[in-house]
């Protein structure tokens, strides 16, 4: 049934981080506010299918293997019994629970979310057709285009096999394969790697780049990679997978190695994790004047602006960083402008973070980038191993560092691996955005015993006078 309804202040397509957040301060603000998604509830990849159900089992993976470490504390734990049906509810509930939640805040808003697929008619309005089927068409003053991405499929891969999965699928956890191939090495194929390691698969990880976690800074990395080497069976870098054959008992890859030689070898399962793509395509856009770039980016300026006036994008349909933290802020940015606000979606900082064992985190300028831009850094290393809360975590496998500007001492960039990396560098990304110097960090007072001491310590180290370390070196 075909029915038009009157003219809302904003359409919102898509109920990931970046749309419900948007649409809710919408809301708040007294718009009058139309959310359209396929799922029931908001939460979009996020919720359903990325950070809360990889944050979930990897936390049971953290139980897991505490509790193995126990024994050198004198605790000796028996083997874990995994009941893989219990730890797939438990993570179900969780994620059912919090959609749930925000179903009830979409409610209380009086904001009315509609369960369907939307696509733009023309630069005023949108069709939507439910998930029931029916057809509905919204008039808008404004919209907001919160489509997200997708796994980006293997090139050539012409058959479709439960042996062969992307991040959604793996997630659904109904099976703990034997042996596990993981395509990609970038922190979605890392943080799923641990998970079905620790519950008793034997993961290999391909990356086709000379390092594992491309963008990250390879000091942390090879603090990382002592654990992550006893994790995973096998990390193989600068290795292509060259061919993917199917049987129906398991999957045969060739692979092109580091040295050049062809290897060939046997999973009971395969991992795609090479990418997200835009959710840019069956959206109408060329009834729109909304332009795409050559990967099918929504190309926006840094009012999140597209190229049609009334229609603004945000997440990761925009690119950039693929993070939701980034999409929620882009999509109160956008909801600003909208309401007349003069701002800009301009961070000095967005906090990358890989929820493994150890964690890593960094923000602002990396060393790798400084190299690349040639920008001159000053840089102090803290080794946790000198940090009194982690060595009484028995955990000293960790390092935090500050990138500062050698002229004005102020902090560029934090890294830091280690245990609750992903906790500690928010410190990290409100200095920056602050622009706070070296100095601030090195004279607040920072709790004992705490890994984030590690923060200060690593400020007292670039200031060349830091109480744990002997002499420490400027770098
Ligand atoms: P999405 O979350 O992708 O939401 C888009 C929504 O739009 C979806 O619900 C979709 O159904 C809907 N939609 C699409 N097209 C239409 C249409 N035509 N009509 C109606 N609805 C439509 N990020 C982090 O910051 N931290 C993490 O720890 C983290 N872990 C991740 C782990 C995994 C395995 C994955 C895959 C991603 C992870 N991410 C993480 C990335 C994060 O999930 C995304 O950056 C974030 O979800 C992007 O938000 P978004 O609002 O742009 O889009």
Not at 59 to 88: C, L, W, Y
Not at 314 to 333: F, N, Q, S, W, Y
Not at 370 to 381: E, H, P, Y
């Amino acid at each position: 049934m075909q029915h038009n309804k009157t003219t809302e202040d904003l359409v919102v397509i898509g109920a990931g981080p970046g749309g419900y957040p948007a649409a809710f301060h919408a809301a708040d603000i007294g718009m009058s506010v139309t959310l359209i998604d396929t799922e029931p509830n908001p939460g979009g990849v996020c919720l359903y299918r990325g950070c809360i159900p990889t944050k979930t089992l990897l936390h049971v993976s953290e139980v897991i293997r505490e509790a193995m470490n126990a024994k050198k504390t004198g605790v000796t734990f028996q083997p874990p019994d995994i009941d893989i049906d219990m730890i797939r509810k438990w993570k179900d509930g969780i994620v059912e629970k919090l959609t749930g939640g925000l179903g009830r805040l979409t409610k209380q808003r009086n904001i009315r979310m509609i369960n369907g697929r939307a696509k733009f008619i023309d630069s005023n309005s949108v069709e939507i057709i439910k998930n029931d089927g029916t057809v509905e068409n919204v008039v808008f003053k404004n919209a907001i285009i919160a489509t997200g991405s997708h796994p980006a499929p293997f090139p050539d891969l012409f058959f479709e096999t439960p042996r062969i999965m992307d991040s959604s699928e793996a997630l659904e956890l109904k099976d703990i394969p034997e042996k596990l191939l993981i395509i990609g090495g970038g922190y979605i194929g890392l943080e799923i790697g641990t998970i079905y390691s620790t519950l008793g698969s034997e993961v290999t990880i391909v990356e086709m780049m000379p390092d594992i976690l491309p963008g990250a800074d390879s000091d942390l990395i090879r603090i990382y990679s002592q654990s992550a080497r006893k994790i995973f069976s096998a990390i193989l870098t600068n290795t292509t997978v060259e061919k993917i054959d199917n049987t129906n008992e398991e999957v045969s890859v060739k692979m092109k190695l580091n040295d050049g030689k062809i290897h060939e070898a046997k999973f009971d399962k395969v991992l795609i994790t090479i990418g997200r793509k835009p959710n840019s395509d069956n959206l109408g856009l060329e009834n729109t004047a909304v332009v795409t770039d050559k990967n099918g980016f929504i190309k926006v300026n840094d009012k999140l602006q597209t190229d049609d006036p009334k229609i603004y994008a945000i997440g990761d349909v925009v690119g950039g960083a693929m993070l939701a933290h980034k999409a929620t802020h882009e999509g109160r940015t956008a909801v600003e402008v909208i309401s007349g606000k003069d701002v800009e979606f301009k961070p000095k900082a967005i906090p990358a973070v890989l929820f493994t064992d150890p964690e890593i985190s960094w923000c602002g300028l990396t060393e790798t980038e400084a190299k690349l831009k040639n920008i001159n850094i000053g840089v102090g290393r803290f080794p946790w191993a000198a940090s009194g809360r982690s060595v009484s975590l028995g955990r000293s496998d960790g390092m935090t560092k500050v990138i500062v500007d050698p002229e004005t001492e102020k902090i560029l960039g934090l890294g830091i691996v280690g245990p609750n990396a992903g906790e500690l560098i928010a410190e990290g990304a409100l200095a920056i955005e602050a622009g706070l110097r070296v100095s601030d960090l090195k004279k607040t007072i920072h709790p004992h015993p705490t890994l984030s001491e590690t923060l200060m310590e690593a400020a007292e180290v670039f200031s060349g006078e830091c109480v744990h370390i002997y002499k420490p070196q400027k770098k």
